[in-house]
């Protein structure tokens, strides 16, 4: 049952919007206060999906009351009850956060529908809270060490700027994580996340998946269509394995990080775009420069920051949290219990050589629990984990 507040002064209509509320299908769970200052203390000590208040009050006004409660709890939606003489203010209220507003004396079915629109947008913010938390624990960066806590550290940083950043370190060490942690940490965290990995486009096609194309630009553009870039805006891009790019797209790139503007294959009109890049590879751009492979001017718009993720060798004593992880991780997506290692298992897993890196111990790990015994011993890491 929703819980709403209503701070109101004028006892009458707070007891016709109670009874409204509390006799609306099977009723709502209503509070009150008599003015703003209750109000404020009812919060405080209270969790609400909706405040209902007046805009004129003794001792605190709405207005007050609104900016108040956002900075206690920003999440609850508001509804201002104006008198004829509030509309200005009551309008300006929904510059500072207020959901909507009603006149007095409150339109039943103006009132309901209100509530009901505030109520379900909450609902919806939460669904949309609780959907990002799950999106977080799927890039969750596990360990420990002092490489990856310095890694950490660096996000916290970098994160809350615009500061393009290069990611590099060698395939299976998470550099795509690394980027998810710096887009989910910034400003930008309520806009696209767009992932494009430029080894997996041929390179004819990376500028049109990209910059997007105008109908009639090459044989199979039927229609007009946008790009990663103009999908990305007011969010992030995230140009994975970007030595692989062509480079005449490289240079469409530097124009986009020069300009903030792109224009589509076939057409010559600029279009504007606010996108944070990051970029990774698994390549010595440096060496890649020497060979003519790519240009040196675009490396140094992308390395405003650089972050080398260390290989699982550089890490050994992140295993046994990573192990953890990924076993905690695949019994939950085969609906299985969860198995446990034991320690000969684990210290003969430390000691192994990971050239494939993460990727490979979260293909070994599955392995052994799909192959293992209840407990996964040093036996079963010698026969199905042979390195």
Known sequence: MSKILIIEDESAIRRVLVKI???????????????????????????????????????????????????IKPE??????????????????????????????????????????????KELAVENKVLKKKISKNYEMIGESKEINAIKDMIEKVAPTDARVLITGSNGTGKELVAHWVHQKSPRSSSPFVEVNCAAIPSELIESELFGHVKGAFTSAVKDRAGKFEAANKGTIFLDEIGDMSLSAQAKVLRALQENKISRVGSDKDIKVDVRVLAATNKDLKKEIEAGKFREDLYHRLAVILIKVPALNERRDDIPLLIEHFGKKIASEQGTGQKSFSKKAIELLKSYDWTGNVRELRNVVERLIILGGKEVSEEDVKLFASK
């Open 21 to 71: 509320l509390a006799e609306e299908n099977d009723g709502y769970n209503v509070a009150e206060a008599e003015d703003g200052l209750a109000g404020i203390e009812v919060i405080k000590k209270e969790d609400f999906d909706l405040v209902l208040c007046d805009i004129k009050m003794p001792k605190m006004d709405g207005v007050e009351v609104l900016e108040a409660a956002k900075k």
């Open 76 to 121: 609850i939606p508001f509804i201002m009850i104006s008198g004829h003489g509030d509309l200005d203010t009551a309008v300006n209220t929904m510059r500072l956060g207020a959901y909507d507003y009603i006149s007095k004396p409150p339109d039943l079915n103006r009132l309901l529908t209100t509530v009901r629109n505030a109520l379900d947008r």
